[in-house]
């Protein structure tokens, strides 16, 4: 199937350009060697490891009068594990460690939870929702290959045997094994006075089911602070996806809502994501991320106008035009279908089982 897009491959380059020119960068990144960059009093931002094409995480250390927290983990790997015991000497030997803070369940962000909080012996924050799913995907993988999540792919358009595939590389997944037996949850609007700054956690929703964002005003020289996770990323945009874990879900719905909520946020915030660097003009770009997703929407309703039917594989090959891995499609597939479904719920589409095939099929309700 082949349809246009809105934008040729250059013109999306040119936005990527536009976009990042439209934010401002008052930091150079750190590189994952252990060393820091002092963003604000009592804030440091470090950098570690990912062996992936996304190659790096940000991790945040918080300076309390009597000892420090570390707001995410990076991957469960023994590189990052030596990381931290270097970050740990080089910069946290006059007071110990407090707790571990992280934004929400993605192995990126929680892979070593549990061997940071047994390293150090401290506690575990985090939300409630995303605790448990950390339990849930460590305890089965979130994609199992049980019979329900063979019939959510294969009636999304894969075959049995690409299906198998995907199954096979998530049981190969080696970055989340261990979880932490208990933890502190996190709730809206919980306030941790660490330093001389007050951070108010904000909860959004779309990327991960309770992620948690950390908010600090501004301070007399110093503007407001968000250690924003992956709910505002200065470069890319958070994966929006529904899974077989919730097929009906509406994520795209949550994650529109989440970004309106930032216009309640200081416009001249520094945000502190979890990859690209520090950058400030947080209300622009929750517009531009905001944008993308109307427009990937768009390409899916000019799909619907230009072919009868079509299934969830179908609309991924027009959204998504690159060679991918299994792991990647089974993301691509999320995506997708968290637009379809966004759009089933806002009556433009409607979807209906095939009963030759056993797929299902999407059709412009509109037409």
């Not at 250059?10 to 401002?24: E, G, I, M, P, T």
């Not at 892979?111 to 448990?132: A, I, K, Q, R």
């Not at 009868?308 to 035009?321: G, Q, R």
Request: net charge negative.
């Amino acid at each position: 199937m082949d349809v246009t897009k809105n934008q040729s491959l250059n013109d999306h380059r040119a936005q990527k350009l536009k976009d990042r020119q439209a934010l401002s960068y008052p930091f150079t990144p750190p590189l994952c060697d252990a060393k820091v960059v002092y963003v604000a009093k009592g804030v440091l931002w470090a950098r570690l490891s990912m062996p992936m094409g996304l190659d790096h995480i940000n991790v945040y250390i918080l300076e309390d009068t009597d000892g420090w927290y570390l707001v995410d983990t990076g991957l469960n790997t023994e590189e990052n594990k030596a990381l931290w015991i270097a970050l740990a000497e080089n910069y946290l030997t006059a007071k110990p460690v407090k707790g571990v803070i992280c934004t929400h369940f993605h192995y990126d962000h929680s892979g070593l939870s549990s061997w940071l909080t047994e390293y150090f012996d401290v506690p575990l924050y985090m939300t409630h929702g995303e605790y448990y799913m950390l339990r849930g995907v460590a305890a089965t993988h979130e994609c199992s290959g049980n019979e329900q999540d063979k019939r959510f792919y294969t009636r999304s358009g894969f075959s049995a045997g690409y299906a198998e595939k995907v199954f096979e590389a998530c049981k190969k997944d080696p970055y989340i094994t261990h979880y932490p037996p208990h933890f502190f949850r996190l709730r809206e609007g919980d306030v941790f006075t660490i330093g001389q700054r007050k951070w108010q956690v904000w909860i959004g929703e779309g990327h991960s089911p309770e992620h948690a964002c950390l908010y600090s005003e501004a301070m007399e020289d110093e503007p407001a602070l968000l250690i924003s996770g992956d709910q505002v990323l200065p470069e890319i945009s958070s994966n929006i996806l529904v899974s077989s874990i919730e097929p009906e879900g509406n994520p795209l719905a949550q994650w529109f809502k989440s970004l309106k909520r930032l216009e309640s946020l200081d416009s001249e915030s520094l945000v502190l994501p979890a990859h690209g660097p520090v950058f400030g003009n947080l209300h622009i770009r929750s517009k531009q991320l905001e944008q993308h997703h109307k427009n990937q929407l768009d390409v899916l309703r000019e799909l619907s106008v230009s072919y009868i039917d079509f299934t969830a594989l179908d609309a991924l090959e027009v959204l998504f035009k690159r060679p991918m891995q299994p792991i990647e499609k089974l993301m691509a597939l999320g995506e997708t279908l968290a637009h379809l479904n966004w759009l089933i719920n806002v009556e433009e589409l409607t979807r209906t089982l095939c009963n030759k095939s056993d797929k299902f099929i999407y059709n412009n309700k509109l037409k």
